[in-house]
């Protein structure tokens, strides 16, 4: 299956063959699963990982607003209480969705919204992937497969992985969920 097909099936909660994958880190991270995979290329690392989106990201040219925080509209952290007005709104997609915050637990906001919307980055970087072992990793993402099996879920970290976390983690977690070629 083609990464824009399982990514619509997937939202669609239509059959598709793995979740889709969404990747993202910070360089030295990114530098270490390369050499890990003896890569040269961040397009061969996006492939080798099952990395399903590519992105433009045009370089911002407007006014300073200093630190982008909740005053300037990104929402960290808790965001259970927002989530019905952004549905209201025209929301598809929660990016990312960051489980270890107050009233974020993945399973209750499934029965609470998954029918309205679709969530996206629920892996944790704090706990799990920093502190876990790979086993502990497996589990976490098979709890994900388990939870989303009829879809709804775009597969990835709840934010950047951070050098902390262990290589062997951070494979077993994109392993788990079906990604590594």
Do not use: W
Not at 25 to 45: G, I, P, Q, T
């Amino acid at each position: 299956m083609e990464p824009r097909d399982r990514v619509r099936a997937a939202l669609a909660r239509g059959a598709f063959d793995r979740l889709p994958i969404k990747h993202l880190a910070v360089a030295e991270v990114d530098r270490r699963l390369s050499e890990h995979f003896c890569l040269r290329h961040e397009a061969d690392l996006l492939d080798r990982l099952g990395h399903d989106f590519r992105e433009i990201r045009p370089v911002y040219r407007g006014p300073d607003f200093g630190p982008m925080d909740s005053e300037h509209g990104i929402i960290s952290g808790s965001a259970a209480e927002f989530i019905p007005t952004l549905i209201a709104d025209g929301l598809d997609v929660l990016d990312v969705v960051q489980t270890s915050a107050a009233g974020m637990d993945l399973a209750e906001l499934k029965r609470r919204f998954g029918s309205e919307l679709a969530f996206a980055g629920t892996f944790c970087v704090q706990h799990v992937l920093p502190h876990g072992t790979p086993a502990q990793v497996r589990a976490e993402v098979r709890r994900r497969l388990d939870l989303f099996a009829d879809g709804g879920l775009i597969f990835g970290p709840s934010h950047q992985i951070q050098p902390d976390a262990p290589t062997a983690n951070i494979l077993a977690m994109y392993e788990a969920a079906g990604g590594i070629r």
